[in-house]
């Protein structure tokens, strides 16, 4: 196979440019000469046409939802809407300056601006800065500000924060950063918050609990307001991992469910593309007595009949603010998407949430209740991963009875749907789930998409063990050996040629 | 009417197969004390459009740098990306991928991620680099307690790094958030009167964690003390280096005079300045803080039949394996940016990057030489060499003089007093890129000019 390393043309290969305004001679001996570069670095020598090529070939060895149905649990893997590209592509967006000044930047700051008031208002926050550019720095940035209110008020001595077993690794890795030491408690024999846990580690030490709501099993916690209650009387904050938002749109908010602070991750809910790992977009959200610690800058607005539909934008700094999580504005292009991803629900983002349970609890009922054909032909079947009547956006299986009977592990039924074209679920995670498969399907997959998919999941549990076991087949290469990477080491081209 | 919704229509025929009757059923595990009792309060949904009608009224209230001269950069900068580079980088397989965490349906992002990595490395000079984090001020913040957490048992000054002075607030701003959890003590490198690192003063970092240090330095000027710089803080102190990448073509790698660590934005290989992000992160490092790093890596191994092949690896460093434990808390990066770099880079090899370099050098040293022609306008810092940015003494303050030329249609460059504590109100900070032209530069100079004659007017 091929890298773009073998490209090894012409010295001139390669993209032409202007010529510079002085000569090259006159600029080079400019530099110190202790400094010039006396070796380039070895970049491919290559046009354009290869290239082209190159990138081609390589986006056809990856998967995408655009390639099909991708139900990877927890990460909302929603349809992309290709107008939300053509609008971040502008130079109206693409070329700015986040120094330059506010008159410079009126639309941007206006869809900010209403960024902001829609996001509190969904989740039932007083405050929303669009600064932190992931979900996990979302976390760092508000458990920052959830330290600040706590030494303001003269309680520094706060020093743990509490996660549920089930939580994402996010979250104690967040806390952590800040200097907490964490707490974690165990899931009741439901995969729930379990109160009587909670109780027993709740006190003057406590800073805040981190808690998913629908939890990473899928399931909406039923005690999470007496769960805040108990927090709070000890004098503790509660912070929402909204990683799971995209199931409870319009139905209820973290402010009912008693959060203090919220981040949202447009990536997911809002359809900022994933892009293989990023960028993503981490937006917070506080209630009124943490939002003089947020961020800084947020955008504001004042009347004015030259602005835009009368309004002039400015930034304002919060009075005590945490300072910078990003040294700019945050991901501004990925906002600007999420704008577009929200303006085409607007009120109707609640239909989003119900198609996304919909679709979620129709794919469980499918897997979970087999023809008798088909399961005359399965030797053993998964269980839920938490017992539960209806899940939300997602749901858990545990393949242990599966592993139990034939040997097969969630891994190797992972690994086996690639073969039929799908993106495989989320796997091993959350970790109290043993053989843990997480399903995700969104709402925007079709009821077809669903009943192909439930059928050929049961289909592989009916084939050849062995078939499964060394899957996948179909794909660009066989299973592949991450203990060889991790003892070899090979991360860079060696270039020896 | 929402139209991204397949099963619009069709609710009730799904529910009826679960055996329910209605989407409330779906919802009656959420009690009713945290319910919503009235729907949303927002405004209809538009259609696509509408969407695009108004996202293009709104926009359009923005002025991009490229309509007009722009001397504004400082750390961001304004550049022309190549057409296929987003072309590529956006075909629906890369930009709607998840992270690659099932390497046999992944090997073209993964290959795409272990060529950036090598053309990083490359570009620095140093053997490892991570598939980038979000920006160059949390590359820094993470660089910097990656080299407590390798240094700190034998360092002599413990829970201890220093940084530049000048730094502008935005990126302190970053490195004290970062660090303070650890309990590290950030204190400040002094300058010399060249603006460069000041050697003696230097002595004091010997035996520290980490020191981090700018090339060129945050107001433009290219360092010729760096070189010397590890020498004196010693083997068990990481040198952490912030480049301006596209000088890499010009001026020598870190990794070539003593850098443990690179860190840099890498925004102008790839993608326009887009109001502060999506942009990325460079991270490269030596072997020794390998284990400590933040951020996903790409090896390359082989599968089940020998065969070539690419995955994440060193994934116990992070997050998703070690909780709070974990090297960072970073899990979403900026990959797909990290991709559009890599095609850039790609497409400019090494003679493209180092003419690039030399357009952008070559566009300062003219703005330089014009501006400094203008009687009553100093050099912060007259006698050194510079890269796409310099910092000048106005007799009046920079604010005012910038005013004035946006009025005029250019946008000067930068006040420094808004973005960097004890900077003088009179300090402009210009940048030129490749994209400036010498019909900008004369703008400039006429606006400064004719800036100059109206404070003169007040005067008399």
């Given at each position: 196979?091929s ?7 012409d010295?001139s290969?390669?993209?032409?440019q202007?010529?510079p305004l002085?000569?090259?001679?006159e600029?080079?001996?400019?530099i ?15 046009s354009e046409?290869?290239?082209v090529?190159h990138?081609?070939w390589?986006?056809?060895r990856?998967f995408?939802?655009?390639n099909?149905?991708?139900p990877l649990g927890?990460?909302t893997?929603?349809h992309?809407?290709?107008v939300?590209e053509?609008i971040v592509?502008l130079s109206e967006v693409?070329d ?10 009126q639309?941007?700051m206006?869809i900010?601006?209403?960024m902001?008031e829609m996001l509190?208002h969904?989740?039932g926050?007083d405050e929303v800065?669009l600064?932190?550019?992931?979900g ?6 508000a458990i ?7 030494k303001?008020n ?6 743990k924060?509490i996660?549920p077993d089930?939580?994402h690794?996010?979250?104690p890795?967040s ?5 907490y030491?964490i707490i ?9 918050l379990?109160l009587?846990a ?11 609990m981190?808690?998913t709501?629908?939890s990473?099993l899928?399931?909406?916690?039923p ?6 209650e ?5 004098g503790?904050?509660m912070?929402y991992?909204g990683a799971?938002?995209?199931a409870?749109?319009g139905?209820t ?8 602070a919220v981040h949202?991750n447009?990536?997911k ?5 994933h892009?293989g790992?990023?960028?993503?977009s981490g937006p917070?959200?506080v209630k009124?007595h943490?939002?003089e610690?947020l961020p ?8 004015d009949s030259n602005?835009?539909d009368g309004?002039?934008?400015f930034?304002?700094?919060?009075e005590?603010?945490?300072?910078k ?9 990925a906002?600007?998407?999420?704008w ?18 919909l679709n979620a609890?129709y794919l469980?009922?499918?897997i979970?209740?087999?023809?008798n054909d088909?399961?005359?032909k399965?030797?053993?079947m998964p269980?839920?991963g938490?017992?539960t ?9 545990s393949?242990s009875p599966?592993?139990d009977?034939t040997g097969?592990t969630?891994?190797?039924?992972a690994?086996?749907l690639l073969?039929y074209?799908?993106m495989?679920?989320t796997l091993?995670f959350p970790?109290i789930v043993?053989?843990?498969l997480m ?8 009821k077809?998409?669903?009943?192909k998919f439930?059928?050929?999941f049961?289909k592989?549990l009916?084939?050849?063990?062995d ?7 179909n794909?660009?290469?066989?299973r ?7 003892r070899?080491?090979?991360?860079r081209?060696p270039?020896?040629n | 009417?929402?139209d991204?919704?397949?099963?619009l229509?069709?609710?009730f025929?799904?529910l009826q197969?679960m ?6 059923d779906?919802?009656?595990d ?5 319910t919503?009792d009235?729907?949303?309060d ?7 459009e509408e ?7 709104l ?7 490229n309509s ?6 400082a750390?961001?900068?304004?550049n022309?990306v190549?057409?296929?580079v987003a072309a590529?980088a956006?075909r629906?397989?890369?930009?709607t991928?998840?992270?690659p965490?099932q390497?046999?349906?992944s090997q073209g992002?993964?290959q795409a991620l272990?060529?950036?990595q090598?053309?990083i490395?490359?570009l ?7 598939v980038?984090?979000?920006?160059a001020s949390t590359?820094?913040?993470?660089a910097?307690?990656?080299?407590v ?13 220093y940084v ?5 607030d935005?990126?302190l ?7 303070v959890g650890?309990?590290?003590e950030i204190?400040?490198l002094?300058w ?5 690192i000041?050697?003696?003063?230097a002595?004091?970092a ?12 945050p ?10 710089l590890k020498?004196i ?7 952490i280096?912030g ?6 073509g010009?001026?020598?790698a870190?990794?070539n ?6 860190v840099g934005?890498?925004?102008p290989?790839?993608i326009?300045a887009t109001?502060?992000g999506?942009i990325y992160g460079i991270?490269?490092?030596n072997?020794?803080y ?8 790409v090896?390359k191994?082989?599968?089940?039949k020998?065969n070539?092949a ?6 116990t460093r992070?997050?998703h394996?070690?909780?709070?434990k974990a090297?960072s808390?970073i ?5 797909l940016i990290?991709?559009m770099?890599?095609i850039h ?5 090494p003679?493209?990057?180092?003419k ?9 040293q003219?703005?330089k030489?014009?501006v400094?022609s203008?009687?009553?306008i ?8 510079s ?8 007799p009046q303050s920079a604010m005012s ?7 005029l ?6 006040a420094l007093?808004?973005?960097t ?8 900070h210009?940048?030129a890129?490749?994209?400036?032209t ?17 404070l003169?007017?007040?005067s008399?």
């Amino acid at each position: 196979m091929s890298d773009v390393f073998a490209f090894n043309g012409d010295l001139s290969a390669g993209y032409a440019q202007p010529e510079p305004l002085i000569s090259g001679d006159e600029v080079f001996n400019a530099i110190p000469s202790s400094l010039r570069r006396v070796n380039l670095p070895r970049w491919p020598r290559a046009s354009e046409p290869e290239l082209v090529r190159h990138y081609t070939w390589l986006s056809r060895r990856n998967f995408g939802i655009d390639n099909g149905f991708y139900p990877l649990g927890s990460c909302t893997m929603k349809h992309n809407p290709r107008v939300n590209e053509k609008i971040v592509q502008l130079s109206e967006v693409n070329d700015l300056h986040p120094l330059a000044p506010e008159s410079h930047l009126q639309g941007l700051m206006a869809i900010f601006y209403e960024m902001q008031e829609m996001l509190a208002h969904c989740s039932g926050m007083d405050e929303v800065t669009l600064q932190p550019v992931a979900g996990a720095q979302g976390e760092f940035a508000a458990i920052r500000c959830i330290q600040e209110f706590h030494k303001k008020n003269g309680e520094s001595g706060r020093n743990k924060v509490i996660v549920p077993d089930s939580a994402h690794g996010t979250n104690p890795a967040s806390a952590a950063m800040c200097g907490y030491e964490i707490i974690e408690i165990p899931s009741n024999d439901e995969g729930r918050l379990d109160l009587d846990a909670l109780k027993s580690v709740v006190g003057q030490d406590t800073a805040a609990m981190m808690v998913t709501n629908p939890s990473t099993l899928g399931v909406f916690e039923p005690e999470i307001a007496k769960a805040s209650e108990i927090v709070h009387a000890a004098g503790g904050q509660m912070y929402y991992d909204g990683a799971n938002f995209n199931a409870i749109l319009g139905k209820t908010s973290p402010g009912l469910m008693g959060f203090d602070a919220v981040h949202y991750n447009l990536h997911k809910t809002f359809s900022q593309p994933h892009g293989g790992g990023g960028p993503g977009s981490g937006p917070i959200g506080v209630k009124s007595h943490l939002a003089e610690f947020l961020p800084k800058p947020l955008v504001d607005r004042k009347e004015d009949s030259n602005g835009i539909d009368g309004w002039k934008y400015f930034w304002r700094d919060p009075e005590n603010s945490i300072g910078k999580v990003q040294q700019w504005h945050g991901n501004a292009g990925a906002v600007v998407r999420s704008w577009a991803f929200y303006r085409r629900y607007g009120r109707e983002l609640e239909k989003m949430s119900e198609h996304a349970v919909l679709n979620a609890n129709y794919l469980r009922h499918k897997i979970l209740n087999p023809s008798n054909d088909l399961a005359a032909k399965i030797p053993a079947m998964p269980i839920d991963g938490a017992p539960t009547k209806v899940v939300k956006h997602e749901f858990t299986l545990s393949m242990s009875p599966v592993k139990d009977k034939t040997g097969v592990t969630g891994k190797d039924v992972a690994k086996r749907l690639l073969d039929y074209g799908y993106m495989a679920p989320t796997l091993y995670f959350p970790m109290i789930v043993p053989e843990c498969l997480m399903i995700e399907p969104t709402e925007t997959e079709s009821k077809e998409v669903l009943d192909k998919f439930a059928d050929d999941f049961l289909k592989i549990l009916s084939e050849d063990s062995d078939l499964v076991m060394t899957a996948p087949h179909n794909t660009d290469v066989g299973r592949v050996d991450e203990v060889w990477a991790a003892r070899n080491l090979v991360l860079r081209h060696p270039l020896d040629n | 009417m929402v139209d991204h919704l397949p099963n619009l229509g069709r609710e009730f025929e799904m529910l009826q197969a679960m055996g329910f009757s209605s989407i409330d059923d779906l919802f009656s595990d959420i009690p009713q004390d945290v319910t919503r009792d009235t729907p949303l309060d927002l405004p209809g949904p538009q259609t696509e459009e509408e969407i695009w009608a108004d996202a293009q009224r709104l926009l359009s209230a923005n002025i991009p740098m490229n309509s007009r001269p722009n001397f504004l950069g400082a750390g961001l900068y304004e550049n022309f990306v190549p057409t296929m580079v987003a072309a590529m980088a956006t075909r629906g397989e890369f930009l709607t991928s998840y992270t690659p965490y099932q390497p046999e349906v992944s090997q073209g992002m993964l290959q795409a991620l272990w060529e950036f990595q090598t053309m990083i490395s490359e570009l620095v000079s140093l053997p490892v680099s991570n598939v980038s984090v979000y920006d160059a001020s949390t590359a820094a913040a993470e660089a910097l307690t990656c080299a407590v957490r390798v240094h700190n048992r034998k360092a002599e000054q413990k829970n201890i790094v220093y940084v530049s002075k000048w730094l502008p607030d935005y990126r302190l701003s970053v490195i004290e958030n970062y660090t303070v959890g650890g309990g590290i003590e950030i204190r400040t490198l002094e300058w010399d009167e060249n603006g460069m690192i000041d050697l003696d003063f230097a002595k004091e970092a010997n035996g520290c964690c980490a020191v981090y240090v700018e090339q060129p330095n945050p107001f433009g000027v290219i360092d010729e003390n760096l070189p010397k710089l590890k020498e004196i803080v010693g083997e068990n102190t990481a040198l952490i280096v912030g480049v301006n990448a596209t000088s890499l073509g010009l001026i020598e790698a870190p990794g070539n005079w003593g850098a443990d660590i690179v860190v840099g934005e890498g925004q102008p290989f790839g993608i326009g300045a887009t109001a502060g992000g999506p942009i990325y992160g460079i991270f490269a490092c030596n072997e020794k803080y390998l284990r400590q790093m933040p951020g996903r890596i790409v090896g390359k191994t082989i599968d089940d039949k020998g065969n070539d092949a690419y995955t994440l690896t060193l994934s116990t460093r992070e997050q998703h394996i070690r909780r709070h434990k974990a090297t960072s808390n970073i899990c979403s990066n900026e990959t797909l940016i990290a991709l559009m770099g890599s095609i850039h880079m790609s497409l400019l090899g090494p003679y493209g990057l180092e003419k690039l370099s030399i357009r952008n050098a070559a566009s300062c040293q003219a703005t330089k030489e014009a501006v400094c022609s203008i009687e009553g306008i100093e050099l912060l810092y007259p006698n050194t060499c510079s890269y796409n940015e310099f910092t000048i003494i106005l007799p009046q303050s920079a604010m005012s003089a910038l005013s004035y030329l946006d009025s005029l249609g250019v946008t000067g460059g930068l006040a420094l007093e808004e973005t960097t504590k004890n900077a003088e109100s009179n300090w402009l900070h210009i940048t030129a890129t490749d994209q400036t032209t010498m019909a900008d530069i004369s703008k400039l100079v006429d606006g400064l000019e004719s800036w100059l004659e109206t404070l003169k007017e007040v005067s008399a």
